[in-house]
């Protein structure tokens, strides 16, 4: 993600190498948007010409809102490369990386359930994925012909290129789920990290009057010293949470406002189509992978607020 986003100089790499060519990246990344763009406003014709018909209609602006929300959470990220920058060097300041044994273990106490929670919100980005294209194949038209994955307006017959199209829809959601999950992770990761970090500081305190046998300095002297560290530590990790804040604030905004509107929207598709189809399932799955993705957000910024 780092690099595709071109947040890594040739500076920046350990040793000052390049292991990946920067403008090869930067192509892929042009290409990317280029074939998000290029869905939207197929999609967004498409949405124009089907506008009598609630289901299509509903079915096509949710995916339209979901890849516009994908674009303004990529565009904001990219947009903070700096501020990504600064944060991966105060997580690398030895006042987080020197850690005792039993600091060890709080932290990874208070990250053990962060994995859970990633593997159920990734396994439900999986199964729209392959319910979406899988779809295609299983409820297609006999009139019509194959359907394609994605609700799309193309100048040409798409049954002469069904399966071109079909490729061409599968490498945009595919990337677009990928790159949108792994900013999301990134978020809730860097929540929880930060949160488990003030549990370490209360840790530190709540020991400052410790003494180890090895140590032997004066009491006072020791107890100053570890204050000072205390403080110091305080103030580094509020300023890893501002930075956090400051990056994905506006992205997770939109992301929270489209995820919204796109669960209602799929609220009311569901109710049009028969509870037998394969639609139905497909948009069970897609309304608990946005619902999973904002309970993530609340859960994790309301735990990070409470410490």
């Given at each position: ?122 396994t439900l980005c999986i199964l729209t994925v392959v319910f979406y294209f899988t779809n295609s194949f299983i409820d297609s038209d006999r009139q019509n012909g194959l359907k394609l994955p994605l609700p ?45 970090e003030f549990e370490v500081l209360k840790h530190r305190l709540r020991n400052i009057t410790s003494r180890d046998e090895d140590e032997k300095i004066g009491f006072d002297h020791l107890v100053e010293k ?39 929207l799929n609220g009311f598709y569901i109710l049009v189509i028969s509870l037998k189809s394969v639609q139905f399932v497909q948009r069970i799955v897609y309304s608990s992978c946005m619902l999973c993705q ?14």
């Open positions: 993600m780092y690099q595709v986003c071109q947040f890594r100089s040739p500076k920046m790499l350990p040793g000052g190498k390049v292991t990946v060519n920067n403008w090869k990246l930067l192509s892929i990344e042009k290409n990317i948007t280029f074939s998000i763009l290029f869905t939207i406003g197929t999609s967004l014709i498409f949405c124009y010409l089907h506008y009598s018909d609630f289901s299509i209609f509903s079915e096509t602006l949710s995916m339209i809102i979901t890849m516009i929300a994908y674009l303004c959470k990529l565009t904001n990220f990219i947009s903070q490369s700096g501020t990504l920058v600064e944060l991966e060097r105060i997580l690398d300041n030895p006042i987080f990386t020197s850690v005792s044994k039993d600091e060890e273990i709080i932290l990874k106490h208070h990250t053990r359930s962060l994995r859970i929670i990633t593997n159920i919100y990734r799309a307006w193309f100048p040409f017959e798409t049954r002469d290129h069904y399966y071109k199209v079909y490729f061409l829809q599968l490498v945009t959601m595919i990337v677009a789920v990928w790159f949108n999950l792994a900013m999301d992770l990134l978020l809730v990761k860097l929540l929880a990290l930060g949160e488990a570890r204050l000072r560290k205390c403080i110091f530590h305080h103030e580094h990790n509020l300023r890893f949470v501002a930075l956090t804040e400051n990056v994905f604030s506006l992205g997770v905004l939109v992301q929270f406002m489209c995820s919204v509107l796109v669960t209602c904002i309970a993530t957000y609340c859960w994790y910024g309301q735990v990070l607020a409470d410490s």
